[in-house]
């Protein structure tokens, strides 16, 4: 792909747990994340002069796509954005029922929204789950969103973050302990895969390759990890569910207005 000059000033995410960017901790705030939309903003931001880079972040976690294309889209079209990320859904597929196709018109409308105010737009795909143990059940619903992503970016000239082909991701080191959010590296990479999406200029040649071999792990391990795993994290995800509750339910936008951003504002920096 041919890198180009990017005029964006003032980018604005929108979403969910995945654009708020857990869990890539931040270690100078407990409960803040960091990630690839974060990281995204740093680099865009050493291409056009000092100061004049903008950045807002409304992701929330646990947030649905009500949401993401209500009061998020809503905000992100008073700050007058050139650029901004949606990525809205995912919590809504991990229902028991879900129409995809009623979730792409509505993504679409969004995204015909805000590319009549001018603003480009990067969409994303989810990642395959085909090696995610029991979150592989996810993987032909994630398949048939992947395709409605890619369609709506056709029609409607959006850019696309594509991390069902990003394969690395298929193996769960580079994921969090909950086997939902991305650990730090996932986060780097993804942010990467972002930049290119953008034909933009990566720091890394090598953020598609995989990580070396894993050593060999016995049955009855992983049998017990999964058990530990069950306990930690899914059982309180469905009690939460059962309870019509979110994790999100106290959690507000970390960068809430656009706000100069640049590399200095990352915590690694």
Not at 158 to 174: C, E, F, M, S
């Amino acid at each position: 792909m041919t890198e180009t000059v990017h005029p964006w000033r003032r980018y604005i995410a929108i979403g969910d747990s995945f654009t708020e960017g857990m869990s890539d901790a931040d270690p100078r705030a407990e409960g803040r994340y960091v990630g690839w939309a974060d990281r995204l903003a740093a680099a865009l931001s050493t291409q056009v002069p000092e100061g004049e880079f903008h950045y807002a972040n409304l992701a929330v976690r646990g947030r649905k796509l009500d949401d993401v294309i209500g009061p998020q889209l809503d905000a992100a079209l008073d700050a007058g954005p050139d650029l901004v990320s949606i990525v809205g859904g995912g919590n809504d597929i991990l229902r028991p029922r879900v129409d995809l196709d009623e979730i792409a018109d509505r993504l679409e409308q969004a995204v015909v929204t805000l590319r009549a105010t001018g603003a480009d737009v990067l969409m994303a795909t989810p990642a395959d789950p085909a090696d995610a143990g029991l979150l592989s059940s996810l993987r032909s619903r994630h398949a048939v969103h992947s395709a409605n992503v890619f369609s709506i970016a056709q029609r409607q000239g959006a850019h696309v973050l594509n991390l069902w082909g990003l394969r690395a991701l298929r193996d769960w080191r580079l994921w969090s302990t909950d086997r939902i959010h991305l650990s730090t590296e996932g986060h780097r990479r993804v942010a990467q895969e972002a930049l290119s999406a953008l034909a933009q200029p990566v720091s890394d040649p090598d953020w598609r390759a995989p990580l070396d071999p894993a050593p060999a792990v016995a049955r009855r391990e992983q049998v017990a990890e999964t058990a530990r795993w069950a306990r930690a994290y899914a059982a309180p995800w469905v009690h939460r569910r059962l309870t019509g509750r979110s994790s999100g339910d106290s959690v507000t936008a970390k960068i809430a207005e656009p706000t100069p951003f640049g590399p200095a504002d990352l915590p690694d920096a």
